[in-house]
């Protein structure tokens, strides 16, 4: 099974600041790696998908770079409501894993 | 749109087994690459895939439950049912079911809201 590290557990930081979020794989998944925001009491939204596009409605300040086994998300300027959980998946290889997840709060 | 909700009992006692149903609409689970995965998430925990049923009747499994788990879908009512036996308290979890697009190598998107399972005696 493939294990997906998170980092940093928790960033604390301000609306305007840039985010960088890591996740890095045990073993390569290649580009088969995606980005999830969770909000409190709501279902994971997808935000990126294979490493580096972003899905359908998200704005343009979220970006994912990386492949193999280190995938970096970056939210260019934050806004107030990208504080939130974020977590890693890969499905590169089975079993599906995720990440223990990145908690975005505001400094 | 896509649409998926999860039902179910809200509180099993340990031992017992657990079904959840996924109803969904907007797509079919009869076209050719579509599939429909369950996941959950323990309160302030990671999430954890479990499941995926294909359009073909394939399935998959998370290792570590495959004893426990049967995913099964009824295409004309549009639903996918998860069991899960011998269940414990440390399968208290919000359980989610979400859909995967034709042949996108299980992207799960979207989610259902989830709902809350809580084993308890």
């Known amino acids: 099974e493939i294990v997906l590290t998170q980092s940093p557990a928790t960033l604390s930081l301000s609306p305007g600041d840039r985010a960088t979020l890591s996740c890095r794989a045990s073993?390569?998944?290649?580009?088969?790696l995606d980005w999830y925001q969770q909000k409190p009491g709501q279902a994971p939204r997808l935000l990126i998908y294979?490493?580096?596009n972003r899905a359908t409605g998200i704005p343009a300040r979220f970006s994912g770079s990386g492949s193999g086994t280190d995938f970096t998300l970056t939210i260019s300027s934050l806004e107030p409501e990208d504080f939130a959980v974020y977590f890693c998946?890969?499905?590169?290889?089975?079993?599906?894993?995720f990440g223990q997840g990145t908690r975005l709060e505001i400094k | 749109q896509i649409t998926l909700k999860e039902s179910g009992p809200t509180l099993v006692k340990p031992t017992q087994t657990l079904t959840l149903t996924c109803t969904f609409s907007?797509?079919?689970?009869?076209?050719?690459?579509?599939?429909v995965g369950w996941i959950r998430q323990p309160p302030g925990k990671a999430l954890e895939w479990l499941a995926l049923?294909?359009?073909?009747?394939?399935?998959r499994y998370t290792p570590s439950l495959k004893t426990r788990l049967t995913i099964t879908k009824d295409t004309s009512k549009n639903q996918v049912v998860l069991t899960m036996t011998n269940m414990d308290p440390v399968d208290t979890a919000t359980y989610y079911c979400?859909?995967?697009?034709?042949?996108?190598?299980?992207?799960?998107?979207?989610w259902g809201q989830g709902t809350l399972v809580t084993v308890s005696s």
């Open positions: 979400a859909h995967s697009r034709e042949y996108s190598r299980q992207l799960l998107d979207p």
């Open positions: 907007g797509f079919s689970l009869s076209t050719s690459g579509v599939a």
């Open positions: 049923i294909y359009w073909d009747d394939d399935k």
């Open positions: 073993q390569s998944v290649s580009s088969y």
């Open positions: 294979e490493a580096s």
């Open positions: 998946q890969q499905r590169g290889n089975w079993p599906i894993t």
